[in-house]
């Protein structure tokens, strides 16, 4: 085995590896400690065979039974677990699935937040307040310099995709996940408590608005000299958003163009005005120093409730989105979001240069770590699969309804559900039906030759931006 300082795991790509890859940077360079940055959904099995490290870095930890634990925990005694937390700007609905739920969570864990709230959240749930480390939002420090010089110029996303850069650019990044939802999502939410009425107003709401939304698009589009980009959510299939647009709007208008490429980041940096529903998404473009505004064509669900909306500017209607997409000024905006978010979410100068120093903390051999817990804690989550395997279901039925974060398929857990450590990409071809095919293809992997490509452009970047001596 090798040793490591840090193994970093990351879910989701264009949330997480920009961040993971700069904070290997500066934690090579200014703290002389090494770092492996992994998928999640395939790390357990290789790292622990192959790696010995200090600290292992995961992106959100609630309670001892997540499925890296099993693995983890148990091979490498003594790892101090860093969680960072990448979900804190919750719906009020969900703020209790989200938080520390056991013993191991609670005192075990080193937990990041991005301000104030989220460290008294933590403690009102029995989080010891010396285990938080408050930081900011390290994907918000993507937008400052000198990160922000990283990603691509309007220039150059005008070039690749087809687009006038001297025309005014009015962004959509939709967030209407629950529209898009396939059934065995539902069915895994209902098995898991979900109640069907939450459930079924989250569908609805989200159907609706999302059609109003693109119909409200479409109309921008046919009747200004505008570039329209509508982004759907990473985790929504494209072929699925596809379909919704062409039953709602027919054939687009030449203006209105339909793109998932590239991260939502690089394009909020590009564009001039952005438009999102309940999505942190608009707390973004208002640290780029962008024009946010909230579409809310019906009434927010209360399930989607949040404090941070009363800083945001709404638009209801669809006379309100025309003139606040081609003349913001003309809806009174305001820079309160902007404020907001960089007293709250960005208390402490650079999160990404903060990272790197939590860790480097962390890593400290004096530091005090409590005793791991036992193996008689995990329980046996691949009891349940089998029962399901005995009753005769069929094995992507039962690869769904393991819970909402085998979406994306792990090599560890279908090891535990078919009884051999069949490769997800050969599983795929084999037993899952073509509709879920596309699912599975959009997992958020990435391999070390990625890795490698983004961490040397940070190095690059962030040597770019220090003063030259004379």
């Not at 995961?58 to 890296?68: H, K």
């Not at 999502?185 to 069907?196: A, C, N, Q, Y």
């Not at 989250?202 to 982004?231: M, Q």
């Not at 500017?313 to 979001?337: K, N, Y």
């Amino acid at each position: 085995m090798r040793d490591v300082d840090v193994v970093y795991l990351c879910e989701h790509i264009a949330r997480e590896l920009d961040v993971a890859c700069a904070v290997k940077h500066l934690l090579a360079e200014k703290h002389g400690l090494s770092v492996e940055v992994l998928p999640i959904q395939t790390a357990g099995e290789w790292a622990t065979k192959n790696l010995w490290p200090k600290i292992v870095a995961v992106p959100y930890s609630y309670r001892v039974d997540e499925y890296y634990n099993r693995s983890f925990l148990r091979r490498w005694p003594g790892v101090v677990v860093f969680n960072l937390a990448w979900e804190q700007l919750l719906y009020d609905a969900f703020v209790e699935e989200k938080m520390p739920s056991d013993v191991f969570a609670k005192r075990y864990v080193f937990h990041h937040a991005w301000g104030e709230f989220h460290k008294e959240r933590l403690t009102n749930y029995g989080v010891d307040p010396e285990r938080i480390f408050v930081n900011g939002q390290p994907a918000y420090g993507l937008y400052l310099p000198p990160y922000r010089n990283r990603f691509p110029s309007r220039a150059d996303l005008a070039r690749e995709h087809g687009l006038d850069p001297d025309k005014r650019w009015v962004l959509f990044p939709e967030n209407y996940g629950w529209g898009f939802y396939p059934r065995l999502r539902i069915d895994t939410l209902l098995e898991s408590g979900m109640p069907k009425q939450t459930i079924d107003n989250l569908v609805h709401f989200c159907r609706e608005s999302v059609r109003i939304a693109l119909s409200w698009c479409a109309k921008l589009a046919r009747e200004n000299d505008v570039e329209v980009i509508v982004r759907p959510r990473p985790a929504t299939l494209l072929t699925d958003f596809q379909k919704v647009m062409a039953d709602t709007i027919g054939e687009p208008p030449p203006g209105l163009h339909l793109l998932k490429e590239g991260s939502v980041r690089e394009w909020i940096l590009a564009g001039d005005t952005v438009f999102s529903s309940y999505s942190t998404t608009l707390i973004e473009a208002a640290v780029a120093g962008k024009r946010p505004f909230m579409i809310a064509p019906i009434p927010l669900v209360e399930e989607l409730s949040a404090d941070w909306y009363e800083h945001v500017e709404m638009v209801t209607t669809e006379e309100e989105f025309l003139a606040a997409a081609m003349d913001p000024q003309s809806a009174g905006i305001t820079d309160r979001l902007e404020h907001w978010a960089r007293a709250t979410l960005l208390p402490s100068g650079d999160p990404i240069a903060g990272v790197a120093e939590i860790l480097s903390r962390l890593a400290d051999p004096e530091l005090e770590r409590p005793e791991i817990p036992t193996s008689d804690t995990f329980p046996d989550r691949h009891r349940a699969w089998k029962v399901r395997a005995a009753k005769g279901e069929p094995v992507w039925t039962r690869l769904a309804a393991a819970g909402h974060r085998m979406r994306f398929g792990f090599r560890k857990t279908f090891r535990g559900v078919l009884g051999s450590s069949e490769d997800a990409f050969i599983l795929k071809e084999r037993v899952v039906p073509d509709e879920l095919k596309e699912w599975l293809d959009e997992r958020d992997l990435f391999d070390s030759t990625e890795v490698e490509r983004i961490t040397a452009i940070w190095s690059e970047v962030i040597a770019a931006a220090k003063p030259r001596r004379t």
